[in-house]
């Protein structure tokens, strides 16, 4: 299994996943419309924008979902060419998705490493495909553990667990298998108040082990208290790049609803940087 | 902590409930209890050759019902498999009739079977249509081809190696089948694909989850192609079995073997939503039907009792399974 631990790690700040002037439309519909994106190693980077404003046009072609007519995804700055959702996990990125994407029915190690298996060593695994439970068992309690998650046990059910533990499982195994970054797509907006709590905790654990986070949310709360810079999208595009620091809550709504006025060019201007 | 304390108590009371519904503890101790009242209630009920004659009994449906378990574990069913089963037996026992080479009839015959669950499997994995309706499509084909193939005629078994699985041996004065090996054998085959194997796994989160088994990168439609296409084989295999059960390969046979493998699969414990249960219980519920239908008869009761109770045991086994999923919500 390979770990952020293991795998090189950019030096702090510099891009690690940059999207370039992304086009998509659908029919008459422009739900990006020359949008820009850069992740930059060590940091949480917020995604939000209003209903309608291409952030999760945008996330769903970072993540393979959806391939763009026009511009460019770089990783490490070479370009890529995602067309299916697994083409970006080869390549290290792991996608955390709004619904909770466990098999309540089996247990936490077992989803961890869920369509990920790893199989005995020697004739047992490559003739009579023998799982090695034990191995994956104690590397989903370490695992675990190095994420400070607790948890009552690594052989319980999912189902026994809270909405917030069964959304950190799915936190978890992106954090432990993605070796770049990890997407997380409205990762709270299933969750109660207390709950969103352990997965908030969850997430900054994973940055703090060295991988960057791409959070899309809707709950500002949940973005100041995570984000170490703010991207605000607005039709179709970035309208500004901020921090939790230089805007406020109210001054970063009115942005995302275009009553202020963000710090890149306006919507629509044809000017390209 | 005082959240500890109700976490332990709660995991207690989950861990006793889980114990209850879940794995094939429940569906044992029925099935030891009706044990107890027929071996109290009549005198022949223990004798060797009757418990021999309760797992022959139930060899056919018992291997269906493998399959059947498959296949429901990934939250689907299948209607179609006496009919499919029938089928086999009327292609392997009309060739051999017709003087062609014995192995071959038998291997055509299940490979056959193989194909219609690759018909069946690529309807439901690729097409997205629903089991139920795949299924109870293919009862009407498979059974109008079946009939077609046999055109108003049964065929005896006489040939050496079709029949073979009905012959025994003795140990400790009781008859057992070769049939009965290879339904146990097969029941250990599928234990371990089921919970050794990552196919297993992956059989399981298709029925718990059908998008989760996705987003995780499950390849879910050749998953569920490949529980089609074997729960058919097996299939294959059942009319292997039910040409030495019953050495006449007749069309009109094995009318309710369908609906007896998806009793077995639910009194086994099996969750007809997917993804929940075992095959140790579904060979238990095999056993539960067999026991029960033999006990009854040998009580002296009206056949129809039979159905009666086993009617009764399918309502209670859906019942705790609905009652303790509505406990884990």
């Known amino acids: ?273 | 902590m005082p959240a500890n304390g109700v976490a332990s108590l709660n995991r207690g009371t989950v861990a006793l409930g889980r114990a209850i519904a879940t794995p094939a503890v429940g569906p044992l101790v029925v099935l030891v209890v009706f044990c107890a009242i027929f071996s109290l209630s009549t005198h022949t009920f223990l004798a060797v050759g009757n418990l021999s004659l309760v797992i022959q009994q139930s060899v056919i449906v018992g291997t269906l019902a493998i399959g059947q378990t498959l296949i429901i574990l990934t939250a689907g069913i299948d209607l179609a498999n006496g009919a499919i089963a029938v089928l086999g037996t009327i292609v392997a026992g009309r060739l051999v009739n017709d003087a062609h080479n014995p192995v071959l009839c038998l291997l055509l015959a299940i490979f056959l079977c193989t194909f219609v669950g690759l018909l069946s499997g690529l309807l439901v994995s690729r097409l997205m249509l629903p089991p139920f309706i795949v299924t109870l499509g293919l009862l009407g084909i498979v059974t109008a081809s079946t009939r077609l193939i046999a055109q108003g005629g049964a065929f005896p078994v006489t040939d050496e190696l079709l029949g073979w699985t009905g012959n025994s041996f003795i140990v400790d004065g009781s008859g057992v089948t070769y049939g009965m090996l290879i339904m146990f054998g097969l029941y250990a085959l599928v234990w371990y694909l089921l919970t050794q194997t990552a196919w297993g796994r992956h059989v399981y989160a298709i029925g718990n989850n059908r998008l989760a088994a996705r987003l995780v990168g499950i390849p879910v439609q050749n998953r569920l192609l490949s529980v089609y296409v074997f729960a058919a084989f097996l299939y294959g295999i059942g009319a292997w079995l039910a040409l030495g059960r019953i050495p006449n390969a007749d069309p009109n046979s094995l009318q309710n073997a369908n609906l007896d493998s998806i009793t077995a699969v639910v009194i086994g414990g099996t969750s007809l939503f997917g993804g929940r249960g075992s095959i140790w219980g579904t060979l238990v519920g095999t056993l539960i039907v067999s026991v029960l239908r033999n006990g009854l008869t040998l009580s002296g009761f009206d056949p129809l009792w039979q159905d009666l109770v086993t009617g009764v045991l399918v309502i209670s086994a859906v019942a705790v399974d609905q009652i303790s999923r509505g406990k884990q919500r």
């Not at chain 1, 797509?185 to 991988?211: F, Q």
């Not at chain 1, 170490?228 to 039709?235: E, S, T």
């Not at chain 1, 963000?262 to 000017?271: F, H, K, T």
Request: glycine share 10%; with cysteine.
């Open chain 1, 1 to 273: 299994m390979s770990t952020a631990a293991e795998s090189k790690t950019p030096a702090k700040g510099e891009i690690v996943l940059e999207a370039r002037n992304i086009v998509k439309r659908y029919g008459h519909v422009t739900a990006l419309d020359g949008a820009n994106l850069e992740l930059r190693a060590g940091e949480v980077l917020a995604v939000i924008g209003d209903n309608g404003a291409g952030k999760s046009t945008m996330v769903k072609v970072l993540c393979g979902a959806v391939v763009p007519d026009e511009g460019e995804v770089l990783l490490d700055g070479v370009p890529v060419h995602f067309t299916s959702p697994m083409d970006p996990r080869k390549r290290g990125i792991e996608t955390v998705y709004q619904d909770l994407a466990v098999a309540p029915a089996l247990d936490i190690a077992t989803n961890l490493f869920l369509g990920r298996e790893v199989r005995c060593r020697g004739i047992l695994g490559s003739w009579f495909r023998m799982l090695d439970k034990r191995r994956m068992k104690s590397e989903a309690q370490k695992e675990m553990t190095e994420l400070k998650f607790r948890l009552p046990s690594i052989e319980s059910s999912v189902e026994d667990l809270s909405g917030g533990q069964r959304q950190g499982v799915a936190v978890a195994r992106a954090g432990i298998f993605a070796r770049r970054l990890v997407i997380m797509d409205e990762p709270t907006a299933a969750l109660g108040v207390r709950e969103s709590g352990e997965v908030l905790n969850l997430i900054r654990t994973i940055r703090d082990r060295g991988l960057p986070v791409l959070l899309i949310s809707h709950n500002m709360p949940h973005v100041f208290e995570l984000a170490d810079r703010i991207h605000i999208m607005r039709l179709g595009r970035r309208v500004a790049l901020t921090t939790p620091k230089q805007h406020s809550m109210g001054e970063v709504v009115a942005i995302m609803t275009g009553a202020m006025p963000g710090n890149e060019q306006a919507p629509g201007a044809d000017a390209v940087k």
